[in-house]
């Protein structure tokens, strides 16, 4: 059966191009056929593959299949190939699953869309592509995928292309994460100029013989990678497309904005995370810009109004603890992590469309919700779970295991001033603030905005399914305290080595604590929302908290500090040389030979005696030329 | 005898369509197609039934190779040559002829005789030049491709079309002017040298003169590729005179003739001044890289889409530049593929933008908007080929333009890093073409049809070519080692010398 | 025969015919039979060269030589002569302002002047037969009597000239006065020798032939006539004062730079290239905007005449070659552009048609002629497949070949101004016909310039892609006149290695 | 007989051919024009006469009766020319004469 892997990515690719010839004719009831049934064939095929990699794993715990010879010139060969060692598989048991329920979800999320046979070509399209990035034996192919995703999430935030707004923001993201693209390419333009292949593994063998332990050339490579990272996965940076890309489809930001594609920076690195080893400076780089992203998101995500911007500050935060784990070696937990986040978030997006949708004009607002934990109780629950695996909540949510696991290594590997630690601490108190005050103000106090419609049975069982993966997602791998489950960790191991073990003591002294935290932001927001103090809402008026406010609303005004430097002078240079100034010169050329025609002109006056005169002249002339030397 | 035949169908074909039309102008049409197709036969049975390559000593192997005095005294003989690199560019040739005559079906309402007879001696010309082993030879053909297409633009193109078509014609006359004076003066070195005043082009490949000869004979040929490529600063005719070409006029013009100049700069300027070259390569390519990043910064700024389309055009083509002068086989490579996937995507687009203004009679952008809600297919076909032309991986223009600069990078990586960038650029002009013109709120004066079965079939095909292109490009890079390792095999020697030389 | 005689004989038969047709003329004046019998005498006389080609070269008296250079272009000017009374009959025929016979008398009697031009040696033979050629050129310039600017231009023609013929005598007394001989041959001998580059009458004396010389050949600063006289004078007679008279002047300064050797004398070589370099750019500067037809082809050839001055300055065989070749060239392409305007003309209206705006969508009404007309304007802007091309490239051939870099450069902008408004008529032919001032009315192109046309488009073209027989003519007939010379002599300028 | 030294022979159809010049420049009755011209030609034969003399050989002589012969021929020429601009423009006056300019 794992000779079938070319299958997993072949189905939805194949459903992307029967949606795109069919050009709309198909009937809605087909399109939604057509659109599901590849991905979930593709589920199952990954699922079987999965079963079979874990019962009997392929040699080296790794398993290559090339396609076909792409490119062959000289030594430059890279293959269409797919590679599936834990890694990967993981990630497209993730894809396919979580892409399968969102799919089944939007069939009726996107019922009597006029794009609705588009909407699923993209999707499917969508789904191949990332999963060719995830399967991508090779950096080239690998590239593919990663383009593809980008432009799907182009395609899919401008998908209600009759409003301006979204072209805007479906292009920001774009542009923003091809920045960081042109990044990753030069990388791979310094990775074969230096070790002469672009095949994955080849390449890490060949570099960690080759390149010595924070070599300079390792550390340009890393860094020119982690800059293709960071735009796709909107750290900062290159983070502020995220926020805005919530204008696309709810389903769309729960699969790309959430669960998968923006992911795929931490994939990148989780990938090539051998090169990082040889590069420690750069790896430090990645856990800081992680620390800080998450750091900056959470305080962005605290002061939005609009559900489903809070919930993309949330994953950029999210992606910072994957990165702040990449960073500090922890690449297991960043995988754990990614995989509990992809469940939760994934279901916190869908629980906020199955909301939306039942809201009179799509409310996105909070402000204007309140009052729906009775009426919408399905919402409710699974937003519950969803947020309660997001803060982060002991014992019972995926989001606790996978967070405390890159708590924990980080504080094992932080050294004498634990400051990023610190900050991932903090930040899990932020968020489970952030989202339990969208929990306490959405779900309760007095209903704002009438309620229309019903859930069918295809909104309901995916948010059922990924509230059971929020909870039980976890269970895979939990700290010595808590059991000592490992199976995640040594399913990792042939890929990023065996886990490091933290000190039993301690571990347990974080454990509780960060449980503490965690638990603790929810008892604030649920003072502050729920049992509003007039203090509070006076403390929230003054001058200086609402400049902060409005601050942290704009996501800290990277936006406009990029207008001002990056989008203003690019379009101030494109305005004055619209009429391109190089033809100006031709023009010119032009207008002196016009000119000197018309003063030439004026010597053909038509005289006998000026005509004699110009010959005596031009003979007196000759004489000179022929007499003076 | 084959390759003769390969330009005199056209040709004949030409002069059979002028008074075909009198009779009914689907005659012409007809007439074109068929010769377009005998074209084609004649091509796969000369790749096809050749029996073996063709040594030529100093000059590598070729597919097939036709040689006749034409002007004895001077040196000259019709000497054709086919080698891969020429192939694959004449193959591209007569598959956009196909296509443009196809797509001139409704456009071209009157004249169309002439119409035809213009459209397949530009053809004939293109051919010639891309065969021509003869430097008298490929001067001849190179103008002979141009008066057609003067033609073209003047008679059957748009609003300002005299203009244009002036512009375009002094621009690449006055450049071929020198070129010529460049090819003279390199007969005559040769001559000084060896004695013999020839113009074939293996005779005079390895001519010993001095540096500063070499590099005042070179800038003759070089200035007149490049205004042919074009690259900045000798690109405004381009602008000019695709916006102004009628559709099929425009497809000729960015499909095929532009690669002329690459052509040249491949075949040519490269091979027989290689030092001259190699130490001009940082200008060149400075130039291919300005080309890059203004092209695109111009691109963006239209409201006209075709003239967006032709920036782009200037934009592309400076990867070429830039690979060309790289001068190893990954950029060479790249080169050629940009060539190809160029002359697709773009052929596409001006498709497109020729559709559009076939229903909107306008291509100013300003009036656009929102097409996509009536004309979904064709909205769909342009946007999938502005994605190509911003280089999206898996299509054609991605394979060109990664190689290209992977290849650029070996040499000169400060190159290949602004140039990537360009890539940021593209994504810019590209995006914005659809944001404004397909996209938005749909106006309600815009009610036009969709594509119809006759464009939607060439666009398919242009969609399969680029799609593979982009996912199985190495039988192509297969045909076109041949060809390029004839080139390299002309400056290898003189290479090795250059010290240092990464390549 | 004695080979003098036979050589002679071209000349022999086209004077006869001058005298066959003096006396037609008196016994019957029918224009039909005067045109068909003058046609006739050409053409004889182009039947003879055949016959007198083995003998030459030979000398005829000290005052002529009959060689093949002398043939050769003998042979052009015939055929020109020929093209030019065939269009002359359709261009005369058909109104009522006759007589019309001593038209082709006039025109007989310039042939003979440029022939025996083509054939001097010898000052005072060159002036002699300049001066045939010229005077019977004022009567054919003010042929139309009926026609203000006929007359006009016939004065200033005649004005003019006289005053050019007057620098020309000068000068030629100049030169006698320093070397005491008018031969040219014997005048290399001394020039080169005896005498130092420092005399300053034998300078002057060069300067003013050349005066004399570069009016006949209208270039800068001489040109200034050019144009009146082009416009005002029957559209035929303009194809022959722009062919027949300047490629007859032409060969022999061709002919008296080589003998007198003056490639190897700077200042003249200076003179020469400035007046090239002032009439490929000046003279295509003037025609930049002109909307006269006649007088955009009048500018035109002050640059053409330019173009061949390269080739005079590079010198040497491929010179020589280059020159011959571009002549021809010239002569074709010339004769049929201002046949076109002859065919479209008559001598009846108050002028030709020569306003740009009559020719407008012309290719939509008559699209032969106006096909034939693109190519002549091909032709003479230098694209292929005509042979204004290969000529272009010929005498670009032979400025490389010598360096001449400023005159290359000037030919190369000079062409492409030039472009420029030969695109321009082009246009014209090809715009829609919407607001056409309406053409003569003509029913259509009578026989003879039909056929003219016809045979000079199939010369233009096929001579254009195959040129080889009239390179291989030019290069045997005229090689001989620098047996001396064979290769390049300029000294190098381009190092080799 | 003494000679004379050929630079003061000169003078005279120097001066000659330059007031014949002037008055082709300054006259602007098309028959002086015609009259200067013919001084200028006659300068030139003067000078084809001192040039023989120079060398002793007859050839000048022969020229100026050339020349003569030719300003013959161009009066003649130029007498009934200029009897038709009088008939058409009622007037000698040579710049009348610019219809054909540009």
Known sequence: MIHDLWLVPAFPLLGAAILMISAGRLPSRAVALVGVVPVAVSAIVSAIIGIGFMAAPPSGHAFTEILWRWIAIGGFRPAVGLYLDPLSLVMMLVVTIVGFLILLYSTEFMAGDEGYSRFFAYMNLFVSAMLVLLLASNLLFLYVGWEGVGLCSYLLIGFWYQDAANGLAARKAFIVTRIGDTGLMIGLFVLFTHLGTLDIQPLLHRAASVWPHGSAIASLATALLLIGALGKSAQIPLQTWLPDAMAGPTPVSALIHAATMVTAGVYLIARMHGLYMLAPAIQMTVAAIGAATLFVAAFAALNQHDIKRILAYSTVSQIGYMFLALGVGAWTAAIFHFMAHAFFKALLFLAAGAITMRLEHHEHDIFRMGGLAKKLPVAFWSFLIGSASLAALPLVTAGFYSKEMILSETWAHGGAVPILWAAGLVTAFVTALYIFRAVFIVFFGEAKTPIVGRYGIRIVLPLAVLSVLAVIGGFVETPNGLGGVTIFSRFMGSVFGPAPLAAGATETALLVFASLVSLSGVGLAWLLYMRPAPRFAAWTQTPSVVAWRAFFLSGWGFDVVYDRLVVRPFLYVVRINRHDAIDDVYTGIAEASRGLHRLLKLTQTGRIRWYAGWLAAGSILTIAVAVIR | ?503 | MSPALRASLPFLVLSAAIVVVMLLIAVRRDHRMIATVTAIGLLASLAAIIAAAPAAPVAVTPMFLVDGFTLFFLALVLVASVAVVLLSHAYLDGTHDGPYDEYYLLLLLATLGAGALLASVQFASFFLALETLSIALIGLIAYPRGRAGAIEAGIKYLLLAGVSSAFLLFGIALIYLDFGTMSFAALGRLWSAAHGPTDIYAYTGFAMLLTGIGFKLSLVPFHMWAPDIYEGAPAPVTGYVAVVSKIGVFALLLRYFVLMDGYHDPSLLRVIALVAILSMLIGNLLALLQDNVKRILAYSSIAHLGYVLVALLAGGVIGIEAASYYLAAYAVTTIGAFGVVAVLSQQGSLHDTDRLDAYRGLMWTRPWLASAFTAFLLSLAGIPPTMGFIAKVYVMTSGVGTLLIWPLAALVIGSVIGLYYYLRIIVVLFSPVRDAEPLPPKAGVSWAGGLTLAVLVVLLIGLGVYPTPVIALAHETTAGLMPHQKTIHTAEILPTR | MTTIPLDHVLILPVLLFALGVIGVLVRRNLVFILMSIEIMLNAAGLMFIIAGARWGQPDGQVMFLLVLTLAAAEVSVGLALIIRIRHRLTTLDSDAADLLQG
């Open chain 2, 1 to 503: 005898m084959m390759l003769v035949w390969l330009i005199l169908i056209p040709l004949l074909g030409g002069l059979l369509a002028w008074p075909a039309a009198r009779l009914r102008a689907a005659a012409a049409r007809w007439v074109s197609l068929i010769a377009m197709a005998l074209d084609l036969l004649v091509l796969l049975l000369v790749w096809l039934r050749h029996a073996g390559p063709i040594e030529i000593t100093g000059g590598g192997r070729w597919i097939a190779m036709f040689d006749a005095p034409w002007i004895p005294q001077l040196g000259i003989s019709l000497r054709l040559g086919l080698d891969g690199l020429s192939l694959l560019l004449i193959l591209l040739t007569i598959g956009l002829g196909f296509v443009s005559v196809v797509i001139s079906w409704t456009e071209i309402g009157e004249r169309v005789g002439a119409f035809h007879f213009n459209l397949l001696w530009t053809i004939a010309g293109t051919i010639g030049v891309f065969l021509a082993l003869d430097l008298f030879l490929f001067f001849f053909a190179w103008e002979i491709m141009l008066v057609p297409m003067y033609f073209l633009i003047a008679l059957w193109g748009h609003e300002n079309r005299i203009y244009a078509a002036i512009k375009f014609f002094l621009f690449t006359q006055g450049s071929g002017l020198l070129m010529l004076l460049a090819i003279l003066a390199l007969v005559f070195v040769h001559q000084r040298t060896t004695g013999t005043l020839t113009f074939d082009y293996f005779r005079l490949l390895g001519t010993r003169m001095s540096p500063s000869t070499e590099m005042w004979i070179m800038l003759g040929f070089f200035i007149a590729f490049i205004v042919k490529l074009p690259a900045v600063p000798f690109h405004t005719w381009l602008p000019d005179a695709h916006t102004e070409a009628p559709t099929a006029g425009s497809v000729i013009l960015a499909g095929i003739m532009l690669k002329t100049g690459a052509y040249g700069l491949l075949r040519f300027v490269v091979p027989l001044f290689p030092l001259a070259a190699i130490r001009f390569a940082p200008i060149a390519m400075l130039l291919g890289v300005i080309g890059i990043i203004y092209g695109a910064l111009l691109a963006f700024g239209q409201n006209d889409l075709k003239r967006l389309v032709a920036y782009s055009s200037v934009s592309h083509l400076g990867f070429v530049l830039l690979g060309v002068f790289a001068w190893n086989a990954l950029a060479l490579q790249g080169a050629v593929m940009q060539m190809l996937a160029h002359g697709v995507s773009t052929g596409a687009l001006f498709i497109m933008v020729g559709a559009l203004q076939e229903r909107l009679h306008t291509r100013d952008m300003r009036l656009m908007g929102g097409l996509w809600a009536n004309m979904p297919k064709l909205s769909a076909i342009g946007m999938f080929f502005a994605i190509a032309s911003l280089g999206l991986p898996g299509l054609g223009n991605f394979i060109g333009e990664f190689l290209i600069l992977i290849g650029t990078f070996r040499v000169y990586p400060a190159f290949a890093v602004v140039g990537t960038l360009g890539v940021i650029a593209a994504a810019a002009y590209a995006l914005i073409l659809v944001q404004r013109a397909f996209h938005g709120p749909p106006r309600d004066a815009v009610a036009a049809p969709d594509l119809r079965a006759r464009h939607l079939a060439v666009m398919a095909a242009l969609t399969v070519a680029i799609v593979y292109l982009g996912v199985y490009p190495q039988p192509v890079f297969d045909m076109a080692s041949g060809g390029l390792a004839n080139l390299q095999t002309a400056t290898h020697g003189v290479l090795k010398l250059a010290e240092g030389d990464p390549r």
